[in-house]
């Protein structure tokens, strides 16, 4: 709680209105009046009590708030306290393996969490007490995934912010966990995992996935699911942020998840329309930007930020994805043509693009070899529709030689991954990246040229 000079009395309101999840609550007098961001407190007539958040002031005295829970049986007239404080959430490592909601309630069944330390969710991001003299040190140190394409085409920097990007069931879910399961069992680091607005099941199956391999200990989990009111699909990347900072501040490294950006939009744009704000010409909110920034802002020092961004009807124009791009490091495209042809991970790596992807950073010969892969794989893409239409006999030697090699690349890829052991029935693979590029040269010389291209689909190294 805020200090306060002296005692001061409740300072009650009561609801004049009810609209879904936008609450009106009126105060007797202008003094009253909670502050923007201020948590109100209030209980519905089945005894259940109900967290509202301040949204926008109106005339006459009322606070217009967005609920975090269900307003089921809110009525009318029914009494409302201002807290005086913004939403804060328990923090500490008494987290990790424990999944929490938006306000840091456990919703796991383990019991209450005994955290001593709290944090508000709510910060502004150019006033973070994150030490300069720390953001200006950390150090430009790679990440080895143990996936393929990842580690060779869009090498993970510590302090980046990485985006997986594609429509529905291509594969950005099953990529992030196999992200998580590598970098946690490899690396040393801590995580934070933030589910927004994605399905119930993900999240229970996720649950299960990290406690069969063993790094639930390592893990801190916040969901706002599908089911949940849009203030709590909206504020739960706070939360998750949140929690990352508390690391950070200890002195760990840190990865934060996040599954799926786009929903976080979503929840954003269906709060603007019930407070009645005009949407853009796009039918997003007018504050697309400035939410989507003030969530980034707040990403930085040693959090490293894997975000899953949905592509609405498969459209990488849209305005929300358009507005989450600017801020990622690199942007990996999964494609439904790839998935289709069982090529996973699914990665268009023509539509993705990397901006660690640099000599300084990689090493030459890593660079080169990264570069001579996306030439081969630009021609195989012009190749691939003339033999579409005239076959591979009419190409030039050199020209077949190309396509052979980038079929080859291709296959080669892929990748077995572990948390899809139970669907494919074959051992998940993680390969250094030194092991990759061998194996890239290799294919490039044409030393193994005389070898079937189905040889290399869903292996490890060669």
């Known amino acids: ?18 609209q879904g999840p936008v609450v009106d609550v009126k105060f007797d007098v202008v003094e009253d009046m909670p502050d923007m961001h201020e948590t109100i407190k209030t209980i519905t007539f089945d005894k259940r009590e109900i967290t ?10 009322i606070a217009r708030c967005v609920a975090l829970e269900s307003t089921l049986n809110l009525q ?33 069944g383990k019991g209450p969490i005994l955290a001593e330390a709290s944090s508000p969710i709510l910060k502004d991001a150019t006033r973070l007490d994150v030490n300069v003299a720390d953001l200006s040190s950390t150090k430009l140190e790679m990440v080895e995934t143990g996936i393929k394409i990842v580690d060779l085409l869009f090498p993970v920097v510590r302090g980046s912010k990485t985006g997986v990007i594609g429509g529905a069931g291509c594969g950005k879910t099953v990529l992030i966990m196999e992200l998580i399961h590598n970098i946690v069992e490899e690396h040393e680091g801590a995580c934070v995992f933030t589910g927004i607005g994605e ?55 840190v990865l934060l998840f996040m599954d799926n950006v786009f929903r976080f939009v979503q929840a954003g744009a269906e709060i603007s329309t019930l407070l009645g704000r005009t949407p853009s010409e796009t039918g997003y909110q007018p504050t697309l930007s400035s939410e989507v920034g003030d969530v980034h802002e707040r990403i930085k020092g040693s959090i490293s930020a894997f975000e899953a961004v949905y592509v609405p009807a498969d459209d990488l124009t849209d305005p929300a994805v358009v507005a989450i791009f600017s801020y990622l490091d690199a942007v990996m495209v999964l494609s439904r043509e790839r998935t289709q042809l069982g090529l996973y991970p699914a990665i268009d790596v023509l539509a993705s693009s990397c901006s660690n992807l640099d000599s ?22 012009e190749l691939h529709r003339i033999v579409a239409v005239i076959g591979i006999d009419e190409l030039s030697k050199d020209d077949r030689t190309l396509y052979e090699r980038a079929r080859k690349l291709e296959n080669f890829l892929t990748q077995p991954m572990f948390v899809a052991e139970s669907f494919t029935g074959k051992k998940g693979q993680f390969v250094k990246t030194s092991e990759t590029l061998d194996s890239i040269e290799k294919i490039i010389d044409g030393r193994l040229d005389d070898r079937n291209e189905s040889e290399f689909y869903m292996i490890g190294s060669l």
């Open 76 to 108: 009318r007239n029914a009494s409302a306290t201002a807290t005086g404080e913004t939403l804060i959430i328990p923090v500490g490592d008494e987290l990790f393996g424990r999944i929490i909601n938006v306000m840091g309630k456990p919703i796991d």
């Open 1 to 18: 709680m805020a200090e306060v000079d002296a005692p001061s009395k409740e300072r009650k309101g009561k609801i004049v209105a009810v």
């Open 199 to 253: 399905r119930i099941r993900e999240g229970n199956e996720l649950y299960y996935e990290f406690e069969q391999v063993g790094i639930l200990d390592k893990i801190m989990m916040a969901f706002g699911q599908m089911d949940e009111p849009p203030g709590a699909r909206f504020n739960i990347v706070n939360t998750g942020i949140t929690l990352a900072e508390y690391l950070q501040e200890s002195g760990r490294e």
């Open 360 to 381: 300084a950073l990689v090493g030459k010969r890593h660079f080169d070899l990264s570069q001579e892969v996306l030439r081969i794989f630009t021609k195989y893409d």
């Open 52 to 61: 509202l958040l301040v949204a926008e002031h109106l005339e006459g005295n």
